[in-house]
């Protein structure tokens, strides 16, 4: 156990709908990643955030939102949904302390299938 | 632009037959070099980080090695619990910035 809690573990709903994706990170890290993986892509960097403020982005849709409240857990929203949005999504978190302290740990991953 | 290129993409190997795994990388100085395990449907577990070229790190049947342009992860003796998708990724040196990872290289081993 990684120690980081993601919440739905799937998700299944139909194109043009909304969902939001939850991640509890690791007790005591401050920065919260959030990755996508699809089967021909491997795994995307979305959006980082670092104790509430984003911090670096990626490849993240216009259609896709995220952000991470005063406890420090973190909310990807994903509007307008299409078909090519299946994917695992995963969250990871770390220290983000001294320079050896950037190790991140992810956790199980929410599955959404959009139909 | 940083990359990772992990080879091969699929490897099949007989229980007790070791090899290694490739990771080579082009990122702008280097923060750290990840190695992740990631199981069918399940997130990446942390597995090693190397900080240097010449630093080695080793849990059971894996060690992982670092030189200037790649890294290897060397599976000794492996078993069929040692299947799965294994990642790498690297890490720039400006502050917090994100891990950029390769696709991965499947691992097959049978009994």
């Known amino acids: 156990d990684s120690g980081v809690t993601q919440t739905p573990k799937h998700l299944i709903t139909a194109t043009g709908q909304r969902v939001t994706l939850r991640c509890s990170p690791r007790s005591g890290d401050l920065s919260v990643y959030w990755y996508q993986q699809s089967l021909d892509q491997g795994l995307q960097f979305l959006i980082q955030?670092?104790?509430?403020?984003?911090?670096a982005k990626g490849n993240i849709l216009e259609r896709f939102s995220a952000q991470q409240f005063p406890d420090l857990h973190s909310e990807l929203n994903l509007s307008s949904l299409e078909l090519g949005d299946s994917a695992l999504y995963f969250c990871?978190?770390?220290?983000?302390?001294?320079?050896?302290?950037?190790?991140?740990?992810f956790g199980q991953g929410t599955r959404l299938t959009v139909v | 632009e940083d990359q990772v290129t992990q080879s091969p993409e699929a490897l099949r190997l007989q229980e007790g037959e070791s090899s290694s795994l490739n990771c080579s990388y082009t990122v702008s100085g280097l923060r750290g070099l990840f190695w992740y395990r990631q199981d069918p449907g399940k997130g990446p577990e942390f597995l090693f980080t190397?900080?240097?070229a010449g630093e080695e790190k080793e849990k059971e049947r894996l060690k992982a090695t670092l030189t200037k342009k790649e890294s290897f992860l060397h599976i000794t003796a492996p078993k069929p619990e040692d299947s799965a998708t294994y990642l790498c990724a690297v890490q720039a040196p400006s502050g917090n910035t994100p891990l950029v990872f390769g696709k991965g290289t499947r691992l097959s081993v049978i009994a």
């Open positions: 190397l900080y240097s």
């Open positions: 990871a978190s770390s220290v983000v302390g001294g320079f050896r302290e950037t190790e991140a740990f």
């Open positions: 955030y670092y104790n509430g403020e984003e911090r």
